[in-house]
C-alpha cells in the first residue's frame, strides 16, 4: 500500500500582517519618540484646523457684553476675553489663518527655491557664480523688515507679508538646497548616467530632485516655523490679519490688556499655540533631516 503525500500550502497573507507590523514598527523606531510625537502635534494642529467649524462650540465672532473676561466653565472650556466671545472657538478658528498663510509661505519659496537650486546644480559654471551671488545679496534683507515695508505700502492684511516673506525666504531655502544639490551631482551615479547619454536636465528632474527631496521636506517645515513666527509678530503688530478675523498673533495682541487686568489667558493660550507650533515644526523638520543625512551615507 503506497503511502500518500499530504502537500500543506500556506496562505501568503497568514504572514502578510505581522509582517507588515514589524515592518512599521522598525519604521517607527527609526524615526524618533521625539519626532514622532512633533508629527502628531502637527497633525492634530492640522486636524483642528480642517475641523474648525465643526468642533468649535461658539461662534468666534460673537460677542456678549454681559460675559466679558468669564474664567473657565463648561459653557466657556478656556473663558471669555475683553468682549464676552469665547476664547477656545478664537483659537481654533485663529488656526487655520495661522497655519494657512505660513504654509502658503513655504510653498511659494520652496518651489521657488528648489527651482534654483536645481538649475544652478545643473548648469554650474558662471550662471551659478551669478546666481549664487544674487542669492547672498537677497539674504541682506531681513524678512520681518521687507514685510513691514510691503504693508506699508500696499496696506495691512496678509497677501503683502505673505508675498513679502516668500522674496525674503526664496533664496535661503535656495542656498541650503543648492549646496544639497551640488553634494549629490558629485555622486558616481549622475557620472554614470552621463557616460550612459542621459541629459543633464533629464538627470537633475528623474534622478537627482527625487534623492533631495527629504531634505527639501525638512528645511520646508523649519521655514514653516520661521514663517509662523513672522506673522505672528506682524500680527502682533497689527499689520497681518484685521479685525474682527483672528490669528495667534493678534489674539496675543489684543489680549494684553487682558494681562494687566488680571486675565491672561486669552493672550497665554495664545502664546502657547504659538510655541507648540514652532516646537514641533523645528523638531519634525531635525528629524527629518537626521534621518535623510543616515540614508545619504
Known amino acids: 500500500m503506497t503511502p500518500t503525500t499530504k502537500t ?22 527609526r524615526l524618533g519618540g521625539a519626532t514622532m510625537a512633533s508629527s502628531a502635534v502637527f497633525a492634530g494642529l ?6 474648525a467649524p465643526v468642533i468649535a462650540p461658539h461662534d468666534p465672532e460673537q460677542t456678549d457684553l454681559s460675559a466679558i473676561y468669564r474664567g473657565v466653565s463648561a459653557t466657556h472650556l478656556l473663558g471669555t476675553d475683553e468682549l464676552g466671545r469665547d476664547i477656545l472657538s478664537r483659537l481654533i478658528w485663529a488656526t487655520r489663518v495661522s497655519l494657512a498663510a505660513p504654509l502658503l509661505v513655504v510653498l511659494f ?34 524678512g520681518i523688515l521687507l514685510a513691514i515695508l ?27 538646497m543648492r549646496a544639497v544639490a551640488r553634494r549629490e551631482m558629485s555622486q558616481t551615479y549622475v557620472g554614470a548616467l552621463t557616460q550612459l547619454g542621459y541629459g543633464g536636465l533629464r ?6 530632485a ?43 495682541a489684543i ?19 504659538i510655541i507648540l507650533t514652532v516646537m514641533a515644526l523645528n523638531v519634525l523638520g531635525e528629524g527629518i533631516a537626521d534621518r535623510a543625512s543616515r540614508r545619504s551615507r
Open 203 to 208: 538627470t537633475t528632474l528623474r534622478h537627482v
Open 150 to 176: 510691503a504693508v506699508a505700502f500696499f496696506g495691512a492684511g496678509l497677501t503683502a507679508p505673505i508675498a513679502a516673506l516668500t522674496i525674503a525666504y526664496t533664496p535661503y531655502f535656495a542656498r541650503l
Open 255 to 273: 489680549g494684553q490688556s487682558g494681562v494687566l487686568q488680571g486675565h491672561p489667558l486669552p493672550a497665554v493660550s495664545a502664546g502657547v499655540m
Open 210 to 252: 527625487p534623492n533631495i527631496a527629504p531634505f527639501a521636506v525638512a528645511q520646508s517645515a523649519v521655514l514653516f516655523a520661521y514663517a509662523t513666527v513672522d506673522l505672528a509678530a506682524l500680527s502682533f503688530l497689527g499689520l497681518g490679519v484685521q479685525p474682527p478675523a483672528a490669528d495667534w498673533g493678534s489674539m496675543v
Open 8 to 29: 500543506t500550502t500556506t496562505a501568503p497573507t497568514t504572514e502578510l500582517g505581522p509582517a507588515l507590523i514589524r515592518g512599521t514598527s522598525r519604521r517607527i523606531a
Open 109 to 142: 519659496a520652496g518651489v521657488l527655491g528648489l527651482a534654483i537650486a536645481l538649475t544652478t546644480a545643473w548648469r554650474g559654471g558662471r550662471f551659478d557664480s551669478v546666481t549664487t551671488g544674487s542669492l547672498d545679496i537677497l539674504l541682506g534683507f531681513p
Open 46 to 51: 492640522v486636524g483642528v484646523a480642517v475641523l
